[in-house]
């Protein structure tokens, strides 16, 4: 499981929402504005503060916040 809350301030630095306005069906790019570089600068990130590994073909499909948290929970049972 990703931890909520570290998730989302990593999320508020990229966008005008405060990490505890954050709902979980908010879309990157419709809903917070995100650029295609602010989101892989974003996952990159995401990447390097849970340790896990986002594989394209899975990134590309990402669309809300629930489904980014759901994905790297995911690799983070996997190892």
Request: aromatic share 8%; hydrophobic share 40%; charged share 45%.
């Amino acid at each position: 499981m990703v931890p909520e809350e570290r998730f989302k301030e990593i999320v508020a630095q990229y966008c005008d929402v405060k990490p505890e306005d954050m709902k979980d069906d908010l879309r990157f790019r419709e809903d917070l504005g995100f650029s295609s570089l602010d989101f892989m600068s974003l996952l990159g990130e995401l990447e390097d503060e849970f340790d896990v590994e986002l594989e394209e073909d899975k990134v590309v499909k990402i669309q809300t916040i629930k489904e980014a948290m759901d994905l790297i929970g995911e690799l983070k049972e996997e190892k």
